[in-house]
């Protein structure tokens, strides 16, 4: 795909999107394109262009389309803490609990692990599972080892919230088998 053309779609989407509109019209095959080794919606939500990541969503783009790295754009937005981003792919239907699975963690172990609790609350509203529990015992609990100590009751009551307790899961999954504790198990 030639660079250049690919480099005016972008900066249309980002500045004229009437432009975009023409230059898409003109060539679908544009949003197969990638910029800076990204797909275009991954380094749209990356440099946070809301509106040019909903443009191209509005052209076809699917919104759980994968980078190289197996990531969604929602794995993306969750990590960088762009709210708004992650209630736009939501609202279009993004999947909440989409694996990534080289390290497999999803969405809300993201926005947990990094610290971000309005995303989180976001996430949950559309369904993300908080009692996900994957290989490398992988669960909300072990993300919140990443959180500040002061900003970890918050995240521990939202949790209980939705049902689901440090304690609960350690039960759940008989990690008693392996753990002395639930302290040992999640690592806090």
Same mark, same amino acid.
């Given at each position: 795909?030639?660079?250049?053309?690919?480099?005016?779609? /972008?900066?249309?989407?980002?500045?004229?999107?009437?432009?975009?509109?023409?230059?898409?019209?003109?060539?679908?095959?544009? *949003?197969?394109?990638?910029?800076?080794?990204?797909?275009? @919606?991954?380094?749209? /939500?990356?440099?946070?262009?809301?509106?040019?990541?909903?443009? *191209? @969503?509005?052209?076809?783009? +699917?919104?759980?389309?994968?980078?190289?790295?197996?990531?969604?754009?929602?794995?993306?937005?969750?990590?960088?803490?762009?709210?708004?981003?992650?209630?736009?792919?939501?609202? *279009?239907?993004?999947?909440?609990?989409?694996?990534?699975? +080289?390290?497999?963690?999803? +969405?809300?172990?993201?926005? /947990?692990?990094?610290?971000?609790?309005?995303?989180?609350?976001?996430?949950?509203?559309?369904?993300?599972?908080?009692?996900?529990?994957?290989?490398?015992?992988?669960?909300?609990?072990?993300?919140?080892?990443?959180?500040?100590?002061?900003?970890?009751?918050?995240?521990?009551?939202?949790?209980?919230?939705?049902? /689901?307790?440090?304690?609960? *899961?350690?039960?759940?999954?008989?990690?008693?088998?392996?753990?002395?504790?639930?302290?040992?198990?999640?690592?806090?």
């Amino acid at each position: 795909m030639n660079e250049a053309r690919v480099g005016d779609f /972008v900066e249309a989407c980002i500045t004229h999107p009437d432009e975009a509109r023409r230059l898409f019209a003109a060539d679908p095959t544009l *949003l197969q394109g990638t910029w800076a080794g990204d797909p275009l @919606l991954h380094w749209f /939500v990356i440099e946070d262009f809301q509106a040019a990541a909903g443009l *191209l @969503l509005e052209f076809g783009f +699917p919104v759980d389309a994968r980078d190289e790295d197996e990531r969604t754009a929602l794995h993306c937005a969750c990590l960088l803490g762009r709210l708004g981003i992650v209630r736009m792919l939501l609202k *279009l239907g993004a999947d909440a609990n989409a694996p990534h699975e +080289p390290i497999w963690v999803n +969405p809300l172990h993201i926005a /947990v692990g990094n610290g971000h609790a309005d995303i989180t609350i976001l996430l949950l509203e559309y369904g993300a599972r908080v009692d996900y529990f994957v290989a490398g015992y992988q669960s909300i609990f072990s993300a919140l080892q990443h959180v500040s100590e002061s900003e970890r009751p918050m995240f521990v009551q939202l949790l209980a919230r939705h049902g /689901v307790t440090r304690e609960g *899961l350690f039960e759940q999954h008989r990690m008693g088998e392996l753990h002395d504790s639930p302290e040992q198990a999640f690592g806090w």
